[in-house]
């Protein structure tokens, strides 16, 4: 599939200027959460004179395997253009490399604000002490919890201790167990979605 996806990269000629092609890649690049909306990808169209979508599509997916790489893997700035296999045409290698080199830092920078910005809380656990209230014959319970969080501005564990009555106490750990549920489920749809993302390019 791969070496298939750069026979349409000559299509970015028909943009007939630099310019088109930087708000091309700046343009996938703000949408790489969400994708193009039909706005944008009607703009696109008309810059390289493109009648349909499914036109544009395979040179969408190549551009932003282009991105991914140079973004995500880290790659040097010298190291840019060896992204390209000898069939891309010269000029658009120059092009591209020299256009993926002025971006590359601020699109790293922007992967780093994402990553502090949406902290993931790994895991929660919690433990229980029956407690008698020495003013009150209701039994309390303390309550432990414990959260583990991966994020780079805050790693390590949380603990927090608050107390129950009993009435409360299975409202209270049902919810917990549906919050805990909440954050694997978000946990293991995360990394499938990783997952797919990287298959796809």
Not at 69 to 79: A, L
Not at 153 to 162: A, M, R, T
């Amino acid at each position: 599939m791969e070496g298939s996806l750069w026979g349409h990269l000559p299509l970015l000629v028909r943009s007939n200027s630099k310019e088109s092609v930087e708000y091309i890649l700046q343009a996938l690049w703000k949408t790489r959460k969400t994708g193009l909306d039909s706005g944008d990808r009607l703009v696109i169209r008309e810059m390289l004179q493109l009648q349909h979508d499914s036109d544009l599509d395979p040179l969408l997916v190549c551009l932003r395997m282009l991105i991914r790489r140079c973004v995500y893997e880290n790659v040097s700035k010298d190291d840019i253009q060896k992204l390209f296999p000898s069939e891309v045409l010269p000029e658009l290698q120059r092009l591209l490399t020299l256009l993926l080199q002025k971006f590359q830092r601020e699109w790293q920078e922007d992967l780093l604000k994402d990553q502090v910005t949406l902290p993931r809380v790994k895991a929660m656990t919690w433990n229980m002490a029956n407690q008698q209230d020495t003013e009150s014959s209701d039994p309390m319970a303390v309550i432990n919890l414990k959260l583990q969080n991966d994020a780079q501005s805050h790693p390590g564990e949380l603990d927090v201790k608050f107390q129950l009555a009993k009435d409360t106490l299975e409202t209270m750990l049902s919810s917990m167990h549906c919050i805990r549920d909440q954050l694997i489920n978000t946990d293991d749809t995360s990394n499938r979605h990783s997952s797919q993302e990287t298959n796809m390019v």
